[in-house]
């Protein structure tokens, strides 16, 4: 193939690693993303990668050697392994890759180098929970032990960084320390502390570790016993828990500790997370037994998200310092890294400090969303953390971000790089992205959009609901086409470059290609064995590309399957195609991304990269062909750069000139210029002082010179008269100094003369017992040669019977000589040959090893020269800037004390506001206490209306039970009639208040003018007092030359004070007196009038309730009627029953006449007697309501 992809820039950090963080030097952290390890240089911003295994399940832990050399990586592919890499290789390359043996790993947790880099440990997980011992780079397992049963998990294990044979084995209700003796792991120490869950632990020396704990303590322990205990709660947070804790008893829940996660020592102590979003610095105290808290060091608030403070309750997942220890470097659960520097922090002298992120701010959930434009090297990605991001792809940076309340499921850029399509859980939103903020404009009514994408033109966009497209016009927001014929739902859409057709692929197996501007279906190949996730259309519009759940890659021409290629068993999860249209990129279910050259071939051709380690859930290329993009579930953003196989870039048809421009609205740009025009006043006012301070400053100066001067001449008076001083008293010591040496002279003269005749004595006596001592010795000499010729005719005889025997040896042992040294022979040549080939080869490994690290050692003299001279740069600006930050301080204090001075006449101006607003506030009460008048009659007057309502509702029910009903019917007509021209009347009332309302909103739209003349009136006095302050720094200019400062400010005071006070008041006065004057005419006239409608409305109400009662009456007769003759017919019911009781005999008449009596011929007064009283009332009143029913709608016909 011509054309393959080199990873270029990673986004993101991969979760659920432990020991995600490593430093490799003061200037490089490795940390995983993706499938991958990035080496991320900080000060260039720049990263190198180191791959994973192919078919990688995942990454469990790293851990990094002593010397920096080596990294180690834990993985789970077919089993789990343990690759060591060797950091000081150009690519990085794999040294050993080493596993359980014989026993069944499935992942190793925990991994730790020795402090010699020669061994490593590897903690299993469960259920066996085995320890691995290996001498690594043999690839031999030394040892292996159970450290733990199966209920308690172990968390960390570290080897002793003083001793490469003991190892401490930390978990839950674990506290181990092992020692590796005679080929086996043995327990040293083992501590029962089953209620204690270890997180972490470090050693701080060669018998001491200080373990952490979930619920906040830190233990220390020596030699594997418990010595102290320290919590990183404190005395604040630990009052209000217990108080927290009181309360909470009640509802039955406790309060939640902080958790110790991680712990790193350093020189002068130690280093721990403390809860969420907080890390504890401790210091050794003078006896070194102890720590104390230093600093406390938290993760900021988030401004961008929609709850600041959630970003201050991450977890602290990894902890670790610069070999320098200048930097700390931390990574949390939401897959963020922060650091802050140290040194920063002792020169504050701040007890608490915050993080700041290391690069960037990555995703904290699965990406959702991958888009990118043509104007603007920008790339736009939503993800489940309810956020959108926008990155650079040239700067490799962060631009914009913000968070919303909703997860977001889609995203698509307008091809400008000024607009923005975002899918959400509820609806689907267009927004603007302006320059430090993304604002919605438009909402549409579509929710859970999972795909939406604009055209090539911008002009229209697509957008994925369900089984149905919608197709939207972006310059009118209108919704032009709706494309149905989908079965299941759309999984991703794609326009031609024309703009003129759209493909679309669904689950249910259909690939449909669809006029845009007709809104029909013109092409359809359905697969129904294949759910389809992805697809993609050639340059020329002819051949569709599609990928789905089916394992193969198909190309589409003419609604037939033109080549279908197979993918060994993987899933393709998503498509795209060059430009140029010479390669096709897939990416897979494992992560991994392919690139296959176009046209397709009957064989497999295709190179694959390992990227994420979740399936790719999106991809991109650039318009110019020079950068891939995909992205995962597993948080993570990789860009790969497109080169080809001699590493260089593709050519580009046309240079891309990307767009400067960006969107910014217009009461910020107001703002922003405001403050500009405000700043500029604000540096001619610091120029004008510093002027006035450097003359200052000059007099001052020439005043201390004088006086240093002065006490110079003094001093050297001084010292000269000192100097005289100093040399009579040396005179003085010179002389008694030789008076002393010639006294000490006699005296050793004499002392020597004693000892020589002492010693002449001792030397005649020792002479003496030398003489005798020689004549012994020649006596003794003479006894031992006798003694040695007699042992010497011992020794020949046994010789020559030894000589005798051992030759008849001698002879056996030539025999086998003989033999041995044929075998040497053989022995040697052999030898001679594996010496000559391993000597060939260390002089080659010798050769590569001294070419790279003179190429090596040569880079770094550079960078040295370098960062040298550029040393040198920042110290000088870091002394020049200490001094202006020394003359800004003096400078604030001065401008402190102007602005106390101007801050009083503000406050005296500020009285007089307050003085207006409380006489408004004066009048707008007035006007409420009428208003509540008004609302109390309002509300007598609703509770007549339904007293009324009852009485009505009464009165229809006793009427459904009068008869004549044509008295009833010629009745409901004239109160129909009545009821109208009380409608009417109503009407003509209503109109009558509707012109009141339109008065009121007249007056109330005057009190706004007035109400915004007294604002314009304040905020001319504001400008007023600025055009003083200017005036006045001016005048200070000339506190120099004091006639012109009289005469300026003679000036201010005719110009200000003279001449505008006098007419100001005066003006302010009469305009008060007139305001008063009409606001109290308009109340009066307000009372007046409701004073007049409140008697109109009095006197209808009252000829209304004198109506109401005549008819009450009327009807309380009407009852009383109906009343005595239901007792009359229950008289006759009860006469009948007895009858019937007493003459059995005349069964049969009874109940004729009980037929006759409940026919329907029957009178309806006679009709009581067939129900009961309760049921016969309900009857009659439902039979009346019927009956006004059907009235009122004849009376409306």
Not at 161 to 180: A, H
Not at 422 to 435: A, E, H, Q, Y
Not at 436 to 447: A, L
Not at 634 to 653: A, M, P, T
Request: hydrophobic fraction near 35%; charged fraction near 30%.
């Amino acid at each position: 193939m011509s054309v393959v992809a080199q990873c270029h820039h990673m986004f993101g950090l991969r979760p659920g690693v432990f020991n995600n963080l490593c430093y490799f030097d003061d200037h490089t952290v490795i940390f995983p993303s993706g499938n991958n390890c990035v080496r991320y240089n900080i000060d260039q911003k720049c990263q190198r990668f180191i791959p994973g295994l192919e078919r990688s399940q995942g990454m469990h832990a790293l851990t990094i050697s002593a010397n920096r050399r080596y990294l180690a990586v834990s993985e789970c592919a077919d089993r789990a392994t343990i690759t060591v890499y060797d950091l000081q290789h150009e690519q990085n390359r794999k040294r050993k890759v080493l596993t359980g043996g014989d026993t069944p790993v499935r992942e190793f947790v925990s991994i730790a180098f020795s402090s010699d880099s020669k061994y490593l440990i590897g903690q299993s997980g469960s259920p066996d929970w085995t320890l691995f011992y290996w001498m690594w780079e043999k690839q031999k397992v030394l040892a292996v032990v159970k450290t733990t049963s199966a209920g308690n998990p172990i968390n960390q294990v570290t080897f002793n960084p003083f001793d490469n044979t003991q190892i401490c084995v930390t978990g839950s209700g674990v506290f181990r320390l092992l020692r590796y003796a005679e080929g086996a792991l043995k327990p040293s120490t083992s501590q029962k502390l089953e209620s204690c869950n270890f997180l972490s632990h470090a050693w701080m020396s060669d018998e001491r570790v200080i373990a952490g704990t979930d619920t906040g303590r830190l233990m220390v322990f020596e030699s594997g016993d418990l010595r102290g205990e320290m919590s990183v709660i404190s005395k604040t947070s630990t009052s209000r828990e217990h108080k927290s804790a009181a309360g909470a008893r009640d509802d039955k829940a406790q309060p939640q500790l902080p958790r110790v996660t991680a712990i790193t020592a350093y020189s002068k102590g130690f280093a721990c997370s403390a809860g969420p979003g907080t890390v504890w610095m401790f210091e050794k105290t003078e006896d070194k037994d102890n720590y104390k808290k230093t600093r406390q060091i938290k993760i900021p608030p988030d401004p961008c998200s929609q709850e600041p403070s959630q970003a201050q309750q991450q977890q602290i997942v990894s902890l670790v310092i610069s070999p320098s220890e200048e930097v700390v470097v931390t990574s949390t659960d939401q897959g963020q890294l922060y650091s802050i520097t140290l040194s920063s922090t002792e020169t504050n002298k701040v007890e608490h400090t915050h993080f700041e992120f290391l690069s960037n701010s990555f995703h904290s959930g699965a990406i959702t969303g991958l888009s990118i434009c043509v104007r603007k090297p920008i790339i736009a990605t939503c993800s489940l953390d309810q956020s959108v991001r926008i990155w650079n792809f040239e700067t490799n940076t962060l631009e914009l971000y913000k968070e919303f309340q909703e997860e977001a499921y889609s995203i698509a850029l307008h091809p400008s790089g000024l607009f923005l399509l975002v899918g959400f859980s509820d609806k689907l939103r267009l927004m603007n992205l302006l320059i430090d903020d993304i604002r919605t404009f438009k909402e549409f009514n579509v929710r859970g959009c999972r795909e939406c994408v604009f055209s090539h033109g911008g002009h229209l966009f697509a957008a994925a609901n369900c089984n149905i497209i919608h197709i939207y016009s972006t310059t009118t927001t209108e919704n032009i086409l709706n494309l149905k014929g989908h079965s299941g739902k759309v999984r991703c859409v794609a326009w031609s470059v024309d703009d003129s057709r759209l493909v679309s692929c669904g689950m249910e197996g259909a690939v449909y290609e669809w006029n845009t501007l007709t809104g029909m279906r013109e092409a359809e190949c359905v697969l129904k064995s294949c759910s389809y996730t992805g697809v993609t259309l050639s340059p020329d519009a002819k051949s569709v590309f599609a990928v789905g759940g089916d394992g193969t890659l198909k190309e589409i021409q003419d609604c037939q399957i033109l080549r279908e290629v197979s993918t060994d068993e993987v899933v393709y999860t998503t498509i795209a195609l060059s430009r140029s249209g010479r390669t096709l990129f897939v990416g897979t279910s494992l992560g991994t991304v392919r690139a296959i050259k176009y046209p397709l071939l009957a064989h497999k051709d295709w190179i694959e990269y390992q990227a994420h380690a979740s399936p790719v859930a999106k991809m991109a290329i650039t318009f110019d062909d020079q950068y891939l993009l995909t992205v995962s579930e597993d948080r993570c953003l990789v860009i790969w750069k497109i080169i080809d196989k001699e590493g260089r870039g593709l050519k580009r048809d046309k240079q891309v000139l990307y767009a400067e421009e960006i969107l910014i609205t217009k009461c910020d740009l107001e703002e922003k210029n405001q403050n500009m025009l405000e700043l500029k006043t604000r540096v001619e006012e610091l120029k004008m002082e510093n002027e006035y301070q450097l003359r200052l400053k000059d007099m001052n100066n020439n005043e201390k010179l004088k006086e240093l001067n002065d006490s110079f001449i003094h001093q050297t008076e001084s010292m000269k008269t000192q100097i005289q001083v100093l040399r009579t008293e040396n005179n003085n010591m010179e002389v008694a100094h030789q008076q002393y040496t010639s006294e000490m002279l006699d005296k050793h003269s004499k002392e020597l003369q004693d000892l020589e005749a002492a010693n002449s004595q001792k030397l005649m006596q020792e002479y003496q017992k030398y003489q005798e001592l020689q004549v012994e010795s020649q006596s003794m000499q003479v006894d031992f040669q006798e003694q040695l010729q007699n042992m010497e005719n011992c020794k020949l005889q046994a010789l020559e019977e030894l000589t005798f025997h051992y030759e008849g040896k001698m002879q056996e042992k030539a025999l086998l000589l003989e033999q041995s040294q044929e075998e040497c022979r053989t022995q040697v040549c052999e030898f001679e040959e594996s010496r000559k080939q391993i000597e060939e080869d260390g002089d080659r490994e010798i050769q590569d090893m001294r070419v790279r690290y003179e190429r090596w050692l040569k880079d770094e003299r550079d960078d040295n020269l370098r960062m040298k001279g550029e040393n040198g740069i920042l110290r000088k600006k870091f002394s020049s800037l200490q001094k202006d930050i020394d003359e800004r301080n003096v400078n604030i204090e001065k401008m402190r004390l102007e602005l106390e001075k101007l801050q009083g006449i503000i406050k005296v101006l500020e009285k007089d506001v307050l003085a207006l607003k409380k006489e408004i506030r004066e009048r707008d009460e007035t006007i409420q206490d009428k208003e509540k008048s008004i609302y109390e009659l309002k509300k007598k007057n609703q509770e007549l209306e339904k007293f009324k309502f009852v009485l009505d509702y009464k009165i229809k029910e006793l009427k459904g039970q009068i008869e004549p009903r044509e008295n009833d019917i010629r009745e409901m007509k004239d109160q129909i009639l009545e009821m109208e021209e009380e409608l009417s009347s109503f009407h003509k009332k209503n109109n009558k208040q509707e012109l009141d309302i339109t008065e009121l909103k007249l007056k109330l739209t005057a009190t706004d003018k007035e109400v915004h003349k007294e604002m314009q009136k304040v905020r001319d006095r504001e400008a007023f007092v600025h055009r003083f302050k200017t005036d006045l720094h001016k005048c200070v200019g000339h506190i120099q030359d004091p006639k012109a400062l009289k005469k300026s400010i003679k000036g201010l005071y005719e110009f200000y004070v003279h001449k505008f006070d006098e007419v100001d008041m005066v003006g302010v006065e009469g305009e008060v007196e007139r305001e008063h004057a009409r606001h109290r005419e308009h109340l009066e006239r307000n009372v007046a009038t409701l004073k007049r409608k409140m008697a109109d409305d009095a006197r209808v109400h009252g000829a209304d309730n004198v109506k109401i009662m005549q008819e009450n009456v009327m009807l309380i007769s009407d009852i009383n009627s109906l009343r005595v003759e239901l007792c009359r017919l229950r008289s006759q019911v009860h006469n009948y029953e007895s009858l019937l009781g007493h003459n059995r005999k005349s069964k049969d008449q009874a109940t004729s006449s009980l037929k006759a009596l409940l026919s329907p011929r029957v009178n309806p007064i006679t009709m009581v007697t067939r129900l009961q009283p309760e049921e016969e009332g309900e009857r009659i009143v439902q039979f009346q309501r019927l009956e006004i029913v059907r009235l009122r709608r004849r009376s409306r016909c």
